[in-house]
């Protein structure tokens, strides 16, 4: 069993950028919905001036950190997760249905990533929890439950949100698809709270455990 502090901070660090990249990101987006909304919402010229005006330069360097921030986070929550999946397995919790690999795997395979990673948490926060000695009263809630059903509702607004952007023949139909990546970036700050607090959760209760196997194991020469 190892510590995933390290690992942990890192994701914590780049949860935190990224929360206070998608407000500015949010204040841009509300100001080109404005700007959208004084147009005419009759077709615009097929020429790429008229998309560099819609995003505006701020607008793609706020984009362009927030995909760099976000695949920084992407990989060291993989990371994080398949190290407190398998520090369960290694703790000899025997309610495991699936091989640590699958914190990893579960978010790569095309409709199973819907319903995978949710699952495989699931497994890593009840087997932390069991192994924790955590009574059931401290934790009502599921927080896993509330992690994944944010981030679904985050990237299904922002799907639809590029969408839509990518169909849009006039100013009209760009404000709208600017709308839902409005609402986006907005439940994305729930979202980024809720990881937070499980991401920190997970570490603490596995770190007490490493500490008390620690003091507790005969030391041998």
Same mark, same amino acid.
Request: charged content about 15%; glycine content about 6%; hydrophobic content about 50%.
């Given at each position: ?51 560099? *005006?819609?995003? *505006? ?88 439950? *509330? ?21 849009? %023949? ?32 997970? %570490?603490?209760?596995? *770190? ?10 005969? %030391?041998?020469?």
């Amino acid at each position: 069993m190892k510590s995933a502090r390290n690992l942990a901070r890192i994701v914590c660090a780049t949860l935190i950028a990224l929360a206070l990249l998608r407000i500015v990101d949010m204040v841009l987006t509300y100001f080109r919905m404005q700007s959208l909304h004084e147009r005419p919402h009759g077709v615009w010229p097929s020429t790429q001036g008229s998309w560099d *005006d819609v995003l *505006d330069a701020p607008s793609r360097l706020v984009s362009m950190v927030l995909l760099a921030l976000s695949i920084v986070c992407y990989i060291a929550f993989l990371a994080w997760f398949y190290r407190i999946h398998r520090n369960v397995a290694e703790s000899g919790y025997k309610k495991m249905t699936y091989t640590s690999g699958w914190a990893i795997g579960s978010f790569l395979i095309p409709f199973f990533n819907l319903i995978l990673p949710y699952l495989v948490m699931k497994e890593a926060w009840e087997g932390t929890r069991f192994l924790a000695k955590l009574p059931q009263s401290q934790t009502p809630r599921n927080p896993v439950w *509330d992690w994944w059903g944010l981030t679904l509702l985050q990237f299904s607004l922002g799907l639809i949100s590029l969408v839509l952007l990518s169909r849009a %023949t006039n100013f009209g139909e760009a404000e709208r698809a600017f709308s839902f990546g409005f609402f986006s970036k907005l439940f994305g700050i729930p979202a980024t709270i809720v990881a937070l607090s499980l991401v920190r959760l997970i %570490t603490g209760l596995q *770190d007490d455990m490493l500490a008390e196997r620690t003091y507790t194991e005969p %030391t041998t020469k």
